[in-house]
């Protein structure tokens, strides 16, 4: 008889059907499961392992005990799903025998294919003929038989590749590299796939082979084996050769160890140490090696450069304390300037070392931290290089409003300590009231009230690197009290086709002049006018400056939205009334009583195109002091990115020296699989910016170009970087890299 979709509940009909057994029409109305009667004396089947039938014909026999479902059979029991054209279930024997086109499917998501499958009734076990065994990730592994024990997938003379095996144009291809092996084992448990003699071809070519071989049996498993090598050739290093081997330590911590052999250097080792927390991810590791910072005889004539320890260690971490409470840390530390740069690691000229300990309340914020920094700078002198501990931070802003107003209180603390330099401790508080409110013709009129406290302690002043950062040793303080009122005024209709605003904006503020006589400045010497910090009560980054006098400050915005795209424009300036500059050096856009001009252009165009330019202009000639310009264009396959940047300032003073710098890069990508990749860094500077700067107005910095290929298991790329710039015993010149990467192998 037959039954399209008809379900049958085995364990049922071997309690009592002695009929051929047919499916209920509607499974609600089927009995429920009772357990089967135990076959030979074995265990009697329970009714929560059941198996469930469905086909499109069923047939039960009473005296071979042998049920046969036909057509469109699915089996399914404790997560396992078979189907096939004909399904066999001899109860005696518990065996499961499937025919035509089977296919099992486990918890996992892998799939197994074969001609003819011999299971028993758990449907976890048994002998496959001409199987093809589909990984949850889509590897395929194929071969002439095997067998299946405990979960376990056996096979003889197997094929294994994750590569497509159906062209674009749906017709079959060779997949582009494949392992052969005698025999190949999946472990579902421990997620990866054991081969015994095996040879890896690629392009059909053999090109490795080893008599054993493992790994994971999808990508992203956390799984001991060595991972993909990769080769540099550089100037200074010679060709080099890095091992990474990953060992997987637990569930929550791993362990990367990274030999790297160079033909011009001793060799170097590499380690990486990864451990999630209950409490958060902790992260260290370093490199280190025995060679000499010279690759040429001492100048002392002794013909052989001083070798020592040569190093970098590192850590990260972010760790929950409870609910409220949460600490950040990082480290990082060189035994000298240039093994960084040297041994290509990075290029960073400083390292920062922090820790941070955070408490976050429902209306308060309190914060203990440390810092301490590693100059890799031929300038830096490290007794001048500051230690900034402890910060101390608390802040209190009550839910409730006083005098319609938003309260916030503030307290914080600071002590720089330096061993051959100026030595500065701060305590500081601060109260601050503010309120909006909008008027009946839609101005937004906002106004700021503020008083804050300062009180210094500095020694040693006259160790000072500027004297104009110096204050004067002893104890100094100040009261800082301030107000300001700002009115903005939206105005809002349609316009080419899109909706136009424009907001005017006026900011009146008023501060007591000359606070900053005898304070240190340790937080507040890169200052510089933009349209960041434009409407800003205190245009100084720190604490230590302070803008005092009476000023108007006054711009506007103007922004178009249409669909797709958005056009958006900021300007705007402001008037200092009294006749001193302040504490503004010359050329910060501050000094006099007029301000430079500011402003900002913004186009974006979806996510494909993207245009910001922010500029300076003097107030007096409209000379651009500040241009910067970056434009993003593209997608993820295909972008570019342009910035520039020039700072003309006329300022004599380190941290806001003149610098003028364009930098590029891109990708093109082509023929579906293959990109082109570039990037390159000019200064722009010339000596009349810079009396300092030995660049003709035209120096590179930094290039790198190179190609890539990617499709679905298969990835190769090449890299030519150049370095133009030397530094001691980091000389210049080019560095090639290559990688290699076929997917799932290399762990």
Known sequence: MSRRLAVFFLSSALAGCAVPALAQTDPAAAPAPTPAPAVDGGPALEAGDAIEFAADTMAYEDETQLVTARGNVVVTRDGYRLTANEVEYDRRTGKVEARGAVKVIDPDGNEAFGGRVELDESLRDGAVENILLVLQDGGRLAARDGIREDGRTTVNRAVYSPCDIVGTDGCPKEPLWQVKALRVRHDPDRKRVY?????????????FYSPSLSHPDGPGRNATGILVPSVTIDRSLGVSLELPYFLRLSDSND????????????????????????????????IGTYSSELDFPDPDGTGIPNKKFRGYIYGSGRLQHGRNWRSTFGLRLATDDTFLRRYDVSRDDTLRNFYQLERFGVE????????????????????????????????????????????????????????????TQRASASAEWKRSLITPWGQRVTATGLVRGDMYHITDSALAELPIYAGRDGWEGRILPAAALDIEWPLAGPAFGGTQTLTPRVQFSVSPSDVNDNIPNEDSRAVDLDDTNLFDLNRFPGSDRWEGGQRVTYGATWRLDRPRWQIESEFGQSYRFDKAPGAFPQGTGLSGHFSDFVGRNTVRVGSSFDVTHRFRLDKSSLRLRRNEIDVTVGNKRTYATVGYVKLDRDINIEDLEDREEVRAGGRISFARYWSVIGSVIVDLTSRAEDPLNESDGFEMVRHRLGIAYQDDCFEFGVTWRRDYVEDRDFRRGNAFLFSISLKNLGR
């Not at 081969?195 to 090109?207: H, N, T, V």
């Not at 990486?272 to 209950?278: F, L, S």
């Not at 931070?393 to 100026?422: E, F, H, N, Q, V």
């Open 195 to 207: 081969y015994k003699d095996a040879s890896l071809e690629f392009l059909g070519i053999p090109i």
């Open 364 to 423: 308060s914020y309190f914060a203990v931290e440390g810092w301490a920094f590693q100059g890799l700078r031929q300038t830096d002198v490290a007794g001048l290089t500051p230690i900034a501990l402890p910060l101390i931070t608390y802040m209190w802003s009550p839910g409730d409003t006083i005098a319609g107003g938003r309260l916030k209180l503030a307290a914080d603390t600071a002590a720089i300590t330096r061993t051959d330099g100026m030595d």
């Open 255 to 286: 362990l990367t160890i990274a030999p790297i052999i160079y033909t011009e250097v001793n060799p170097a080792l590499s380690l990486d140490y990864r451990h999630q927390t209950a409490s958060g991810p902790l992260r260290f590791g370093g």
